[in-house]
């Protein structure tokens, strides 16, 4: 079968870092995305990680272990503007993405 | 480019009544995704298209669901005889493997939401 987790709700500050997780299992896997949603909006493409490993991406980085099914977003000097949900993807073979619930990210002065 | 359009982006109905949305992707994007969101969850996968060809359909979805890409361009998806359960936000997408990346990221339109009453 297909799951994904990540935490429901994280809370951090301003220009502080945070890290959030996310472990999946698949039947297929072609990679993982990360989508970021902000509130009564579309998913908008973060990241996509198909190696093993970091990539960076200015404020946002994200790392993918695939023997591990583990990936996490990093996202670094907060802005508020980073307050949203964040949307763990794995791409399960076959150009078929499914969605994690989303972490919703407080993000406080 | 424009983006991914969808109509109409609210409708409300009756349980029993039938609705069709339209989807119109990024001009040359060949694959086209539905998906449907509830508050506080993540979109749940629907179907998808590679032109005009219907490749996957989830298990999930009952026969009341149907959707087409007649000409490999723009999209409906028709649910019949709804039910207040069919409340949601419905997504369209588009991709392309001309981005670069080894599976093209999905570029969403802004939903149609969908009220049964």
């Known amino acids: 079968g297909q799951n994904i987790d990540q935490p429901t709700e994280m809370t951090a500050t301003e220009g502080a870092i945070v890290q959030i997780n996310c472990t999946y299992q698949?039947?297929?896997?072609?990679?993982l995305f990360w989508y970021q949603q902000h509130a009564g909006e579309a998913p908008t493409f973060l990241s996509y990680?198909?190696?093993?490993g970091l990539e960076e991406k200015g404020r946002f980085s994200s790392f993918l272990s695939r023997s591990k099914g583990y990936s996490y977003l990093l996202l670094k000097e907060l802005q508020m503007k980073d307050s949203a949900s964040y949307l763990c993807?794995?791409?399960?073979?076959?150009?078929?993405?499914?969605f994690g619930a989303g972490t919703r990210l407080f993000v406080k002065a | 480019d424009t983006g991914v359009s969808q109509d109409p982006r609210h409708k409300i109905t009756k349980r029993g009544q039938n609705v069709t949305f339209r989807c119109d992707p990024i001009?040359?994007?060949?694959?086209l995704y539905w998906y449907r969101q509830t508050l506080g969850q993540g979109p749940e996968f629907l179907t998808y298209?590679?032109?005009?060809?219907?490749?996957?359909k989830s298990r999930l979805l009952s026969d009341r669901f149907s959707a087409e890409r007649p000409k490999g361009s723009f999209s409906t998806l028709e649910i019949q005889r709804t039910e207040q359960g069919d409340s949601a936000m419905y997504l369209c997408?588009?991709?392309?493997?001309?981005?670069?990346?080894?599976?093209?990221?999905?570029?969403f339109g802004e939903g149609s939401r969908l009220t049964v009453l």
């Open positions: 997408a588009s991709s392309s493997v001309d981005t670069g990346l080894l599976i093209g990221e999905l570029f």
């Open positions: 698949t039947s297929g896997f072609n990679g």
């Open positions: 990680n198909v190696l093993d």
């Open positions: 993807a794995p791409n399960t073979g076959g150009f078929k993405t499914i």
């Open positions: 001009s040359e994007h060949n694959r």
């Open positions: 298209f590679q032109n005009e060809a219907q490749l996957e």
